[in-house]
């Protein structure tokens, strides 16, 4: 089988060949049908993240080992699966949750896998879906996808989950405005779920006008160009005295600046994207104001299992979905990284 590998960090992946494994107790063995290409991946490909003031997170100190085949928004057919694995079919057409634990430790026992204290996330941790044939440790991380499009399935796995679990984390859902800062993939995604999770309305925060236009079409109810100087002011007065809730998908210092300034009393900041940076903060006006800050990373089994169910119910959602064959993989994660991608590109076979 070929799998497109990350050997060393900042150089282009590597096709290496390998026989295809075989399943062994309770592990399934997909042929990958779909694989979404996510704005981590540049990272894990640089092999850190920026943590500001020169300062970075290495990702081989937090057990990334190559070399590692990347990929973790995928959707594929069961081929295999060991004496163990119970409850799967061959030929069954299935989402794998990436996002895996180890089981034992606090936050895994809570149900919480994604905080794993030593995360085994597919594509991350372990080989991921930039191959013809990938492995899953077990059926309870695959959700049959029936009929829907392997290609815009694949994407609900990282983008659709991370958002779905950011909206989950929104008390004023269903009666304020929503601001989401990013119209990539992400934002699109959160644009869509928050519409099929019966949002009130969305104002949409972006510095590229192609992207802006993007989320109008997706029927954000207002669009922010964040380059603008009163960014804030204009949420401001679009949340009449304030937002209740952003959710940033960019993860900047810029960001966070206009996020954190648009806030009312009693707003919440949810954090999610991972472009880097650091940010300074009053701390008197934390609990002056009454604000939340929060993180937000990936989803748990749990919100996989609803999000499948509302797509089940309401259809896929509707965000820009464009494929390319894997072997193109180097050049679509370039196109990423220059900004040059609207919605989603799935590699297949
Ligand atoms: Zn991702
Ligand atoms: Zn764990």
Redesign the pocket.
């Known amino acids: 089988m070929r799998m497109f590998q990350l050997c060393v960090c900042g150089e282009p992946l590597r096709c290496n060949e390998q026989p295809t494994p075989e399943p062994k107790g309770t592990e399934v063995l997909l042929k990958v049908l779909a694989a ?1 290409v ?4 540049l990272h894990l490909a640089d092999g850190y993240f920026d943590l500001g003031s020169g300062k970075r997170l290495s990702l081989a100190e937090r057990g990334m080992k190559l070399p590692l085949t990347l990929g ?2 995928n959707v594929g057919e069961v081929v295999a699966f060991g004496v163990e694995a119970k409850g799967i079919r061959i030929g069954a057409r299935t989402l794998a949750d990436p996002w895996i634990g180890c089981g034992t430790c606090g936050p895994c026992r809570r149900g919480d896998e994604n905080l794993c204290r030593a995360m085994k996330n597919l594509g991350v941790f372990s080989n991921g879906g930039y191959a013809d044939y990938m492995m899953v440790p077990h059926p309870r991380y695959l959700f049959e996808i029936g009929d829907l499009s392997p290609e815009r399935a694949a994407p609900l796995a ?2 659709g989950v ?1 958002t779905f679990g950011a909206l989950k984390k929104v008390p004023t859902l269903a009666t304020e405005p929503t601001v989401i800062v990013g119209a990539g993939g992400l934002g699109l995604m959160c644009l869509a779920l928050h519409r099929k999770m019966s949002g009130h309305s969305a104002i949409v925060v972006e510095i590229d006008p192609a992207k802006r236009e993007a989320a109008k079409q997706a029927r954000a109810a207002h669009v922010v160009d964040a380059r603008a100087a009163d960014a804030a002011q204009q949420i401001i007065d679009l949340t009449q005295g304030g937002a209740w809730a952003v959710i940033d998908f960019v993860g900047s210092t810029q960001s966070t600046r206009i996020a954190y300034d648009s806030l009312s009393k009693g707003g919440k900041y949810i954090v999610v994207g991972l472009f880097g940076g650091d940010f300074t903060l009053s701390l008197p006006l934390i609990p002056m104001r009454a604000l939340t800050i929060q993180g937000s990373y ?1 989803g748990t089994v749990r919100e996989m299992t609803e999000l499948m169910g509302l797509v089940r119910r309401t259809g896929l959602p509707p965000v820009p979905v464009a494929t390319r064959p894997l072997s193109e993989v180097n050049a679509v994660m370039e196109q990423l990284r220059a900004g040059r991608v609207t919605g989603r590109v799935v590699l297949t076979p």
């Open positions: 979404g996510c704005h981590s991946d973790h928004e990282c983008s991370t990936v």
